[in-house]
C-alpha cells in the first residue's frame, strides 16, 4: 500500500450539498478534544449543517477564507476510533475511505488530540495516519496539561510523529494565525517518513516510543475535578445536587421561558388586532392576522425555550457536569433501553417536546437519538395543560375528593404519571427495535476534566439552534398554521348568507361559530366521524382535533368557537351544554365522563403538534421517523381512548 | 504475540476487528472485579461474541499492560469509572467484565 497517492485529490471530489470545488480539510478527533471549538473558531457562523447521504447523522462544514485562498472545513462526528461501531463513526470511517463510492474523500485531514489524554489519542492517530491522507495534528490543552505538571516536546513530538505539530488552546486567535497558513499549505504537508504500524501490539510500542522520544510526562490527576467529583458523584450529596440541579434546569426553561413567550404573544397579538383594524376586508383581514401573524408567532414562540435550553445543555456539556449526570442517571435510563444523557432530553420534554427534541443531539448514538425522539412527545408538555385543565374541569368538579386529595389534582398527576412512563416504554420499545438492526453498542463514557465553558461556544450551539428551528421548522409550522386557517375559514359566507341562516351577522360569537359550522374543516370533521365514533367524539370535537395539530391548545378556543361560547378562550361553560345532534345519543350531553376521559387520553398520547412533526424531521433527517412516530401515537392514542371510554362509560 | 488481529485491505488498511488471543493466560479477574481505589493490569480483552466491542476497548486505552484503577461505582454500582491512560472513562458493568487484569496489585 503507498502512502502518498498524490494527496489523493479524488476525481469528482464534491461536497453533497457544497457544490465548491474548493479544496477540503476534515476535522478527526475524539469527543472533548476541543475539535468542535476549534471548528468554531476556524468558521465562526459561517458554519451550515447538513445531512450525510442515507444515514441521519448530521454534517457541519464550514467556507473559510485565508488571505486570497478559500477552503471548506469539515467538522467531522467526535470518534475514538476508525474501526466503527455506530452509524455515526461509520460516517467518519467512510468520509475516510477513498474506495467509498458516495462519499467524497477530504483533501486532508486535521486531527485534534487533547494532549492530557495523548496515550490514547495516538492510537487514533496512528489509524488515520494510515489512511494515507496529507494530515496534520492540533494539540489541544496543551495548557491544562503544564498546570496539571505533565510536560511533552511539540518538536521532538513532531519530528516522532512525522507530520506538522500545531498547539492550539480553546480555540485562542494569536495560535490560531499559525494554523491557518498551515491550513492553506495542505498540499506541501510531509508524510511520516514511516506509516505507523497497524498490527494492535505494534501499535502498542510505537505509542511508547513516540511518547518517550518527546518526553511526554503524564499529567496528574487534575485536583480540582478529583474534589469535585468526590461531592457531585457522591451517592448521597451527587444524588442531590443532580436532583437539585434537573430541578433549576427545567424551572428555568419552564419558567423563566413563559414571560418571555407572554411578551411576544402579546406582540404578535398587538399585530393581529393592528391588521384586523386597518385592513377592511374581513376574510383578508383574518387571513393576515390568524393565518400569518398567528403562524410567525406560534414559531417565534419557541425561540424562548430553545435557547435557554442550548444556553443550559451547552454549559453542561462544556464544563463536564453531562457526563456526571448522564453517570449518575445511567443504571436508570437503561431500564428504558437509553443511556443516562437521554434524561434531560425527556425533562426538557416536559416543557415542550421541540427543545426535548433538539436535546437529543448530546446522545452520541444516533439509534439512541431516535428511541428517545420516539419517546419524548409523550411527556406532558405545556401545550396539554390548557387542554387537560379545560376537560378535567368538565369531567370533575374541584370540589371532588379522592379521601383528602382533590380529583382534578389526582387526575391531572395521573395524566403526567402515564405520560412518562408511556414515554419511558415507547423509547424502551423502539431501543429494542433498533437493537435488531445491528448489536449493541458498547457503552463507555469519557468523564473529562471540569472546564470553564467558553461564551462563545455557548453563544454559538444558542445561535445554531434557533437559526437551524426557524430555517428549517418555521416553514413547516407556518405552513400547517395557513393550511389550518384556511380549511377552517373557507368557504367564505357573505353577511346576505348569514342574515338568511338567521345569524345576527353583528353578534362575533355567531358568526364564527358558522363560519366554523359551515367550513371545509366541518366537511373533515364529518368526513372522519367513523374513525372517531367509536370514541363518542362527533364532528365538532372533530374539528376542535384537527386545529389542535398547530397547537394543542388551540383546541380549547377552537371548542369554544364551535360551541359560540361568549368568551372562546373559557368555553368550558358552552361546552357543558353541547348536546349530541344524531345517532343513539341525540339529545344526551356531548361532553359525558366516557368522552371527556377517552378526550384527555386521546390527547396524552396522539402527536398532536405539527411543530414536533416539524422538529423530528429536522432531528432526524427524514420524513420517516415522523411518519412513525404520527402512526404509532395515533394508533395508541385511538386504542387507549377507547379503552378508556369503555370503562368510565361502564362505572358512570 | 498479535493481540488483535487487523487485516490490510489495498488503498486503506480496513480497520478489522479484535479476535482475542490472551483467552489462555491465566486470568485472575476483570474489570468488574476491582473496587474503588484497587489497580490492575491489563491483560487483555475477552469478548470473542462481540469482536467490535472488543477493538473498541482496546482504542479506549484498555491495552495489554496499561494500568488501570477503579475510581468510583455510579449510586446504584453501575456504571463504574476507570482511570486509564490518563483519563477517566465510566464502562457498564456489561463492558467492565470483558477486560481481563491481572490481581489488583495490594
Known sequence: ?652 | MSILSVATAPRRRALRSAAQVAADVATDGTLADMSAGESARVLGIAAEHDPAGARRMFDLGFVPGAEVRMVRKAPLADPVVFRVAGYEIALRREQARWVTVAAPAS
Request: charged share 15%.
Open chain 1, 1 to 652: 500500500m503507498t502512502l502518498d497517492s498524490g494527496h489523493c485529490a479524488a476525481p469528482g471530489e464534491e461536497l453533497g450539498g457544497f457544490d465548491e470545488q474548493l479544496p477540503t480539510l476534515a476535522l478527526v478527533g475524539s469527543p472533548n478534544s476541543g475539535k468542535t471549538t476549534l471548528f468554531n473558531a476556524l468558521t465562526g457562523l459561517r458554519a451550515k449543517t447538513g445531512n450525510y447521504p442515507g444515514v441521519t447523522v448530521t454534517r457541519y462544514v464550514g467556507r473559510v477564507s485565508i488571505d486570497d485562498h478559500e477552503l471548506i472545513i469539515e467538522d467531522l462526528p467526535g470518534t475514538y476510533s476508525l474501526a466503527a461501531i455506530s452509524p455515526d463513526e461509520q460516517v467518519v470511517a467512510d468520509v475516510l475511505d477513498l474506495d467509498h463510492p458516495t462519499l467524497a474523500t477530504p483533501d486532508a485531514l486535521v486531527v485534534t488530540l487533547d494532549a492530557t489524554t495523548l496515550r490514547r489519542s495516538l492510537n487514533m492517530l496512528a489509524q488515520v495516519l494510515a489512511t494515507g491522507l496529507p494530515v496534520c495534528v492540533v494539540l489541544t490543552f496543551t495548557d491544562e496539561l503544564t498546570r496539571r505538571q505533565g510536560s511533552l516536546d511539540v518538536a521532538a513530538f513532531q519530528r516522532a510523529v512525522g507530520v506538522p505539530v500545531l498547539t492550539v488552546t480553546g480555540g485562542r486567535r494569536q495560535e490560531l494565525g499559525p494554523l491557518r497558513d498551515l491550513l492553506v499549505d495542505w498540499s506541501a504537508w510531509p508524510a511520516p517518513a514511516l506509516p505507523p504500524p497497524a498490527e494492535p501490539a505494534e501499535v502498542i510500542s510505537w505509542i511508547e516510543s513516540v511518547l518517550t522520544t518527546s518526553r511526554y510526562v503524564l499529567p496528574q490527576i487534575d485536583e480540582r475535578t478529583r474534589r469535585v467529583d468526590a461531592v457531585l458523584l457522591h451517592p448521597v450529596w451527587g444524588t442531590l445536587v443532580f436532583f437539585a440541579a434537573m430541578f433549576v434546569f427545567f424551572q428555568i426553561i419552564f419558567t423563566l421561558a413563559s414571560p418571555v413567550q407572554g411578551w411576544l404573544q402579546s406582540l404578535f397579538g398587538f399585530l393581529s388586532t393592528q391588521v384586523e383594524h386597518h385592513v377592511g376586508n374581513r376574510f383578508i383581514a383574518s387571513f393576515l392576522a390568524d393565518g400569518i401573524i398567528g403562524g410567525v408567532g406560534g414559531v417565534v414562540a419557541f425561540l424562548p425555550q430553545i435557547a435557554l435550553l442550548f444556553v443550559l445543555i451547552s454549559i453542561m456539556e462544556a464544563s463536564g457536569y453531562m457526563s456526571r449526570a448522564a453517570f449518575l442517571m445511567d443504571r436508570v435510563m437503561a431500564k428504558a433501553g437509553l443511556e443516562g444523557r437521554a434524561f434531560v432530553a425527556l425533562l426538557s420534554s416536559l416543557a415542550c417536546a421541540i427543545p426535548g427534541i433538539m436535546a437529543t443531539r448530546t446522545l452520541p448514538s444516533m439509534r439512541d437519538r431516535i428511541s428517545t425522539m420516539m419517546g419524548a412527545p409523550l411527556m406532558t408538555c405545556s401545550a396539554r395543560l390548557p387542554v387537560y385543565v379545560l376537560l378535567v374541569g368538565l369531567l370533575v368538579s374541584p370540589s371532588d375528593r379522592v379521601g383528602p386529595i382533590g380529583a382534578q389534582g389526582v387526575i391531572m398527576f395521573a395524566l403526567y404519571l402515564v405520560g412518562a412512563l408511556s414515554a419511558m416504554a415507547s423509547a424502551w420499545v423502539f431501543s429494542r427495535i433498533g437493537r435488531r438492526s445491528g448489536p449493541l453498542l458498547p457503552f463507555y463514557m469519557e468523564m473529562p476534566p471540569y472546564r470553564m465553558p467558553s461564551a462563545r461556544s455557548v453563544g454559538l450551539a444558542v445561535w445554531d439552534a434557533c437559526r437551524g428551528f426557524m430555517r428549517k421548522v418555521g416553514k413547516i409550522i407556518l405552513s400547517t398554521t395557513i393550511v389550518l386557517w384556511v380549511l377552517l375559514n373557507v368557504p367564505v359566507h357573505s353577511a346576505a348568507t348569514m342574515e338568511a341562516a338567521g345569524v345576527d351577522v353583528h353578534d362575533h360569537a355567531a358568526v364564527s361559530a358558522y363560519t366554523i359550522d359551515h367550513s371545509a374543516a366541518a366537511s373533515v370533521g364529518r368526513f372522519v366521524e367513523p374513525v372517531f365514533q367509536p370514541l363518542g367524539f362527533d364532528w365538532r370535537i372533530n374539528v376542535g382535533i384537527l386545529a389542535s395539530l398547530s397547537a394543542r391548545e388551540v383546541f380549547v378556543a377552537t371548542m369554544g368557537q364551535v360551541a359560540a361560547a361568549d368568551n372562546p378562550d373559557k368555553p368550558a361553560e358552552g361546552l357543558k351544554h353541547l348536546t349530541v345532534q344524531s345517532g343513539p345519543r341525540a339529545g344526551e350531553k356531548l361532553f359525558s365522563p366516557a368522552v371527556l376521559a377517552a378526550l384527555l387520553v386521546f390527547f396524552l398520547y396522539a402527536l398532536q403538534c405539527a411543530s414536533t412533526i416539524g422538529v423530528l424531521r429536522r432531528e432526524s433527517g427524514s420524513w420517516k421517523w415522523p411518519a412513525v412516530a404520527f402512526g404509532y401515537m395515533f394508533v395508541v392514542a385511538w386504542t387507549m381512548a377507547f379503552l378508556t371510554g369503555l370503562v368510565v362509560g361502564a362505572l358512570t
